[in-house]
């Protein structure tokens, strides 16, 4: 008996100790102020890890892309998933989640990104599209009812004007933005309810919507961040990417022409005859180098089951409005396209875009003067959704 | 037509026991103070038969012989006492209130304790903590806050009264986990499947309640449906005895919480009840840390009050029937109707305030509830049928925004505070239940437990604001589940009873009918499927001290309505390839017992595979359930519990839990097995509760009481996403909490009344169950419980 309770006494008295330990321990050690060399970052990384429903985004800064492995045993937790835009000086992020959060990262002497300010628009679901034209000008659009163009400075993070696009309808989800000239042109998603493709024509010069051009060619720009549905060529010609998701419409691309700001009828790719699936983004990087992505399998656009991934990234010539075929052969397929997929140019004649595999996660390079792809880097810690490159 | 034959049964079990009408002695064994003796002891010489009191002390001897017969009634603790009854031919049914005397006034609780229906429960071979909620009827605490403080347990709550919880019981959570009321399923009968379990266990407010029994584990088989691996039974009050008693309390936040229990029982066996609550509160606790947005769009941290988190709820219940008769020991005819009206303040990480959306539910109840021992020979039966109406109401219809001081900031030009699309929601479910529960008592060390649960659910709604945005309104459209659960047990004493063996197998049926929207139009989507279950338990009486426990259960939990079929009202599309999620479940461990003390421990291990998870992507893609991930749990649990005194109990239990994810890559929608072994995220792994109560007696008068708790919460710091991923040092954490509360009450010498003063979270901590979410500081409260009347 005596011995019982002197058992259950130490039991006490263990576990007070135990949650005494537990609550007050674990602070770190006191750092100690060796100098530490400054770690020169060239390029930011975003990696998504996790598994399950248990998935972020993590930043990490680069001083070359010439590894062969990257991890995320160093990258800062963002705690939402993110795509990530670039001044040249910092890094930014905008993530999905309630309210629409912009993060500006610069990378400190040891080459952590570190969050240096934010950008949050209250009321907001996410930021749908984010376009920065210098240091201190850029534009960004917000899902969730918010008809509005924010203008910021990436420098300051602050916002610095607004633009009323209220008129643009509502219930839109504002795809992708691209600046021409004077003009800034927001893609416009209805999710098929209109069954055309529209666009918001905006003026820069004043700041005012002049108006919403449409076709019915095609339907629904459907992007989200990550990836890319504008775009302009070397004659100045807009080109727009529309999956035609939730509509009977094909996918397509549309253009308009330098100068002009409505949709050249004589133009039309109907990507939706050229492949008879569904596409995704549009990538251009100069004469032979333009790019979508094909889903295989309209169930699944999304590429969230664990077993097949199902787009492919397709060459396509624009001006010929036809397939040229796989970027290349003996890529495997990647998943989630329309969450995921980006192409890079981080130099003159270096494209780099991910796969997300159920093998492997890499970033693959494609040189635009021979066409050549060769695997860049592999990531161990999740799939690749973004990279930046800084001015030097 | 499987569905129909447990009506045709339950019916017919009706008919069985109006038909036996036989010489009777009946009665109910209290104690001097009027409380019901449960588990008592009643030998009848003459015809050398024997029975043990139910839980309400009551008792009954059927198929008598007329004459003069002896009764012997015995119960540990009181002096036993002999009774002499006559059976007349003219008077075949005599009905006794039987009292028995207390041997000593400094009885310890623990020898009580050891023969009531409670302890029978953890005495039975389940692993199984059960909570007196009685005890707490003086308290302020909630349910959720009363399920939390058992070993195992762990609730996630978001905030104030009737605020989101997540209840998980060794390791397994969320769907996996199954809550009862009185046997029946929850989502029958309150809103659990619309609004979760926080705002639900609400609407059933402690003082409605006499005990939880928590099982972990292996479920028995009373408990009807496809629990994963544990369940959660709430076994409200049903006093066979006149009383009146109410409660009402005052907290912080403007807190109200009042209660009212009534009941009456004619010499005839008629009784009537009335049960009622009114629970209301602000939640308008501060919250530290909030951002609000300046002008440039930078946020300004500043510390402000829960504006738009106010919470109502009320029922009202009430029952007539008959109890003690030949042909049925209760039978009860109830009807309840409550209402609830649940503001919601934030989204589910609190960095985006809302101002108007919230929830609005009405529920009606109607039930026929009839039990009977020895309803034919050896057999006791047990049988429910209902009806239940809930209607939810979710208004998220305005294009103001707002932040954390309440204020309007702007407005939006489309989309509701959470949908794109508005809604002023109303949905209609309608659920019918039947029950059966029978037990053959083949011999003292062998009893055979059928159950089985049959329901029919249908719902429909409609959204006039919805079908605006979507051209069509497509909550219209049905959806209705049918199920059937059934399950055996065998439970049966080896060597003097010393050994018990516990073997079940359940069968689990459903079929569910839904609608999917495809190119704008609403198509019927449904599915089939049946799985099955077993378990095998053992419990090992080595000595009057020590009790041991095995038992192992191979559980399924099919995958829900919406996890198969979607639901457009939460963007959730159809998965028809879902499979069931798997469970093998091990719980060792034993208790022992001595006079001032006890203790216990158990070692857990789960195995799931096929676990269902929520793929989200943003609407209006759909977002869909897949089958991700298996995990293995490792788990011990402790309690210890001392009273070296009558003045002084400790009670003390912490739980280590380690879950360890153990998919490979193909089922972790990942590329490599880098997550193979690592411990799953955001998930508490060490937790414990601690209360020292002493109570002082005879203080101002003689047998009042004076009673003062402290009582304490700890819960280890867990990383919000994966431990391996990333910087440790600047990982999101969900911090560590240690919760401390204080609480005195008195109560008068006849147990007329109760003043309690409380308070929680005494050190005024900041405290987070879920990554962001704030719960309450420091908060008082006031209760006044009293018994206008006890017989």
């Known amino acids: ?392 | 037509m499987h569905y129909n034959s447990y009506f045709i049964i339950v019916f017919l079990f009706f008919s069985i026991s109006c038909l036996s009408q036989q010489a009777t002695i009946s009665g109910v064994v209290i104690n001097s103070k009027g409380e019901p003796l449960s588990g008592a002891h009643i030998y009848e010489s003459k015809a050398n038969r024997s029975v043990v009191t139910d839980i309400s002390g009551s008792f009954e001897l059927d198929n008598l012989s007329l004459g003069q017969h002896d009764l012997t009634i015995s119960y540990i603790g009181y002096y036993t006492k002999q009774e002499k009854i006559l059976l007349k031919k003219e008077q075949p049914k005599v009905k006794q209130t039987i009292v028995l005397t207390q041997q000593s006034d400094e009885l310890d609780e623990v020898t009580l304790k050891a023969t009531s229906e409670a302890t029978k429960i953890k005495n039975s071979t389940t692993t199984v903590s059960v909570i007196k909620a009685q005890a707490f009827h003086t308290r302020s605490i909630t349910t959720s806050d009363l399920l939390a403080t058992a070993s195992g347990v762990q609730v996630r709550q978001s905030g104030g009264v009737g605020n989101s919880a997540e209840i998980s019981i060794q390791g397994l959570s969320g769907r996996q986990v199954k809550l009862f009321v009185d046997g029946i399923p929850m989502d029958f009968l309150l809103p659990v499947e619309e609004l979760g379990v926080g705002p639900s266990l609400a609407m059933l407010p402690v003082n409605l309640i006499k005990r939880m029994e928590i099982y972990k584990g292996a479920v028995p088989v009373s408990m009807g449906v496809d629990a994963l691996g544990g369940a959660i039974n709430m076994v409200t009050r049903k006093e066979k005895y006149d009383f009146v008693e109410a409660s009402a309390g005052y907290s912080s936040f403007n807190t109200w919480r009042t209660s009212i229990n009534a009941r009456k029982i004619l010499a005839s066996g008629f009784t009537a009840g009335l049960t009622g609550f009114y629970t209301s509160s602000d939640n308008n606790y501060r919250l530290h840390d909030v951002n609000v947005i300046n002008e440039q769009g930078n946020p300004e941290s500043i510390s402000a009050k829960k504006f738009h988190d106010s919470f109502r709820s009320y029922m009202i219940k009430a029952d007539i029937g008959m109890i003690d008769q030949s042909w049925a020991d209760r039978i009860l005819l109830s009807f309840s109707y409550a209402d609830l009206y649940d503001e919601i303040q934030h989204n589910f990480e609190m960095r985006q305030p809302y101002g108007e959306a919230l929830n609005r539910v009405s529920t009606y109840n109607n039930a026929l509830q009839y039990e009977k021992k020895e309803l034919v020979k050896n057999l006791d039966a047990n049988l429910y049928v209902g009806y239940n109406r809930i209607i939810t109401n979710f208004d998220d219809a305005t294009l103001n925004i707002y932040n954390w001081r309440g204020e309007i900031v702007g407005q939006r030009t489309s989309g509701g505070e959470i949908t794109a699309s508005q809604n002023k929601l109303k949905l209609t479910g309608d659920n019918i239940t039947g029950r059966i529960n029978l037990q053959y008592n083949a011999n003292p060390a062998t009893k055979l437990i059928f159950n089985g649960v049959t329901s029919f659910f249908k719902r429909s709604g409609e959204d006039p604001v919805a079908a605006d945005f979507y051209g069509e309104d497509y909550f219209k459209n049905p959806v209705s589940i049918n199920k059937v659960t059934s399950g055996i047990g065998l439970e049966r004493g080896f060597f003097n009873e010393k050994i018990t063996s516990y073997s079940a197998v359940k069968l689990y049926h459903y079929t569910a009918k839904g609608f999917e929207i495809e190119d704008n139009e609403a198509h019927v989507v449904e599915q089939q499927k049946t799985e099955y279950g077993a378990s095998q338990s053992f419990s090992w009486k080595m000595n009057t001290n020590f009790l041991a426990k095995l038992s192992y259960e191979y559980a399924t939990r099919l995958p829900d309505r919406i996890e198969m079929l979607g639901d457009f009202s939460a963007a959730v599309a159809a998965n028809p390839n879902l499979r069931p999620e798997r469970s093998h479940n091990i719980n060792l461990g034993g208790t022992y017992k001595k006079k001032t003390w006890s203790a216990e421990a158990y070692g857990f291990f789960r195995e799931v595979e096929d676990i269902i998870i929520l793929q989200a992507v943003p609407p209006p893609v759909l977002s869909t359930y897949q089958n991700l991930l298996k995990t293995r749990i490792l788990g011990v649990e402790s309690e210890i519990k001392i009273t070296p005194t009558p003045w002084i109990s400790l009670v003390l239990n912490s739980t280590f839990q380690d879950l360890r994810n153990r998919s490979k890559k193909e089922n972790s929608g990942v590329s490599n097995d880098r997550y193979f072994g690592a411990r799953l995220p955001n998930k508490p792994y060490l937790f414990g509760n601690g209360e020292v109560q002493i109570t002082q007696r005879n203080l101002m008068d003689k047998e009042d009481r004076l009673q003062f708790w402290w009582s304490t919460r700890y819960v280890k710091d867990f990383f919000r996403y994966w431990e391996i991923d990333g910087r440790k040092e600047d990982k999101l954490v969900i911090p560590t909490q240690w919760l401390h509360n204080l609480g005195i009450a008195y109560t008068d010498k006849q147990n007329r009344y109760t003043i309690t003063l409380e308070t929680n979270n005494i050190f005024n901590r900041q405290a987070y169950d879920n990554f962001g979410v704030q719960k309450p500081g420091r908060s008082w409260h006031f209760k006044l419980k009293t018994s206008l009347f006890k017989s």
Do not use: W
């Open chain 1, 1 to 392: 008996m005596n011995k019982l309770k002197t058992t259950t006494y130490i039991y006490i008295l263990g576990l007070l100790v135990a949650f005494n330990m537990l609550s007050c321990g674990s602070d770190d050690d006191a750092t100690t102020s060796v100098e530490e060399p400054v770690v020169k970052i060239n390029h930011g990384v975003a990696v998504v890890s996790g598994a399950g429903d248990v998935k972020t985004t993590f930043l990490q800064g680069l001083t070359n892309l010439n590894t062969t492995s990257i991890d995320n045993k160093n990258s800062t937790e963002v705690g939402q998933f993110s795509s990530v835009y670039s001044d040249g000086k910092a890094m930014f992020t905008a993530g999905f989640g309630s309210p629409a959060t912009m993060k500006k990262f610069v990378f400190d002497k040891e080459g952590k990104a570190v969050l240096e300010q934010e950008i949050i628009i209250p009321g907001s679901n996410s930021f749908s599209s984010v376009e920065i034209l210098n240091e201190t000008t850029g534009y960004a659009t917000v899902g969730g009812g918010i008809s509005k163009v924010i203008q910021f400075d990436p420098s300051t993070m602050r916002i610095t004007g607004e633009i009323d696009i209220k008129d643009a309808g509502d219930g839109i989800f504002y795809s992708d933005m691209i600046i021409k000239d004077t003009n800034l042109f927001v893609a416009l998603n209805d999710f098929g309810g209109s069954g055309t493709a529209k666009v918001a024509v905006v003026d820069l010069k004043t700041n005012t919507l002049s108006k919403i051009i449409t076709d019915d060619r095609t339907a629904t720009l459907f992007n989200t961040l990550t990836s890319e549905i504008m775009t302009v060529d070397a004659q100045g010609d807009i080109y727009i990417q529309a999956s035609g998701l939730f509509s009977d419409k094909p996918s397509g691309v549309l253009r308009i022409k330098n100068g002009q700001t409505d949709f050249d009828t004589t133009y039309f790719f109907d990507l939706g005859a050229a492949f008879g699936k569904t596409c995704f983004g549009l990538y251009h990087f100069g004469e032979g180098a333009t790019f979508t992505i094909v889903s295989e399998n309209d169930d699944n656009f999304f590429g969230t089951d664990g077993a097949n991934p199902v787009f492919r990234y397709q060459k396509i010539d624009l001006a010929g409005t036809k397939k040229v075929g796989d970027l290349e052969t003996s890529l495997p397929n990647t998943f989630a396209a329309s969450r995921t997929s980006f192409m890079k140019k981080t130099s003159d004649d270096e494209v780099l875009f991910p796969i997300s595999g159920t093998e492997e996660d890499a970033l693959y390079s494609y040189k635009i003067s021979s066409g050549s792809v060769t695997k860049k880097m592999v990531s161990t810690s999740g799939y690749i959704t973004g990279i930046i490159t800084l001015k030097q």
